[in-house]
């Protein structure tokens, strides 16, 4: 806003001396003031469209092989209290669910709105994938039905599949935590710890290294606050952080010293 004034205040400086510059200082002023409140109505837009598409499409693919089972509601919930969403929002989503759960619902339809709402918004994509692939992975596995519609999903949100393949490994890596013990810890959690930071097992510690910090970086938590995003989204980015950081300690203490 600042940088906005000052460019109207120099026109009006150059085309109308003093006057001008004061002039052209208000102008710049009210212009300011108006594109910040638009840019508050474009977020606050985009917000809404995030909550409506997330629970509906949630419901969709929790419904993908046939059964919601009381693991996902559970999980369903828990997203309420992450996102920190009022009585009357969590309505909205409960609805929203209720909504991608029917036969109808198109799948395709509500995720091309939401990346049309939300363009060129990267990291908030990726978050919004990291949710249903928490919620349909709750009941600790995620049914082929409900990966190939997460797929479906990435795709039309711009992804890749190897995003879900990722997101999918890295919960599955972090699911027993750094605590277990070396002996102890399964040959498939470190299978996806490499695969969680996009890496093989034949791979150099200092590659590894490199590929740990590339992926905290593409999401670190500062960055959705950078784009204005709520506190709420940044607790997301943050649990993601975490799991990168047990996948990465799994890997770590697996190598030999």
């Known amino acids: 806003?600042?940088?906005?004034?000052?460019?109207?205040?120099?026109?009006?400086?150059?085309?109308?001396?003093?006057?001008?510059?004061?002039?052209?200082?208000?102008?710049?002023f009210a212009l300011g003031s108006l594109l910040r409140a638009s840019a508050r109505r474009r977020l606050s837009e985009v917000q809404d469209q995030f909550l409506e598409t997330t629970f509906a499409v949630m419901?969709?693919?929790?419904?993908?092989?046939?059964?919601?089972?009381?693991?996902?509601?559970?999980v369903v919930e828990q997203?309420?209290?992450?996102?920190?969403?009022?009585?009357?929002?969590?309505?909205?989503?409960?609805?929203?669910?209720?909504r991608g759960k029917a036969p109808e619902f198109d799948l395709d339809a509500a995720v091309g709105t939401f990346a049309q709402s939300a363009s060129r918004a990267?990291?908030?994509?990726?978050?919004?994938?990291?949710?249903?692939?928490?919620?349909v992975a709750a009941d600790g596995h995620v049914h082929p039905a409900e990966h190939a519609m997460l797929v479906r999903v990435a795709r039309g949100l711009g992804l890749a599949d190897t995003d879900v393949a990722q997101l999918e490994a890295l919960l599955r890596a972090a699911a027993s935590g750094p605590a277990v013990s070396r002996g102890a810890r399964?040959?498939?959690?470190?299978?996806?710890?490499?695969?969680?930071?996009?890496?093989?097992?034949?791979a150099s510690d200092e590659e590894i290294k490199?590929?740990?910090?590339?992926?905290?970086?593409e999401h670190h938590p500062d960055k959705v606050a950078a784009r204005g995003l709520p506190e709420s989204m940044r607790k997301i980015a943050e649990e993601r952080a975490r799991k990168l950081n047990v996948a990465y300690d799994v890997i770590k203490k697996a190598r030999p010293t």
């Not at 046939?66 to 509601?73: A, H, L, M």
């Not at 498939?188 to 490499?194: G, H, I, R, T, W």
């Open 1 to 28: 806003m600042f940088l906005v004034v000052i460019v109207c205040a120099l026109i009006g400086s150059w085309l109308y001396g003093a006057p001008g510059l004061i002039v052209g200082g208000a102008l710049g």
């Open 59 to 74: 419901g969709a693919l929790c419904k993908a092989d046939g059964i919601v089972t009381r693991d996902e509601i559970q």
């Open 79 to 98: 997203v309420f209290v992450l996102l920190g969403l009022a009585p009357e929002q969590q309505e909205h989503a409960k609805t929203a669910f209720h």
């Open 122 to 135: 990267g990291p908030l994509f990726q978050l919004f994938l990291q949710l249903q692939v928490l919620a």
């Open 186 to 202: 399964s040959a498939q959690q470190l299978e996806d710890a490499y695969a969680a930071l996009g890496v093989t097992p034949e």
């Open 210 to 217: 490199r590929a740990y910090r590339k992926m905290m970086t």
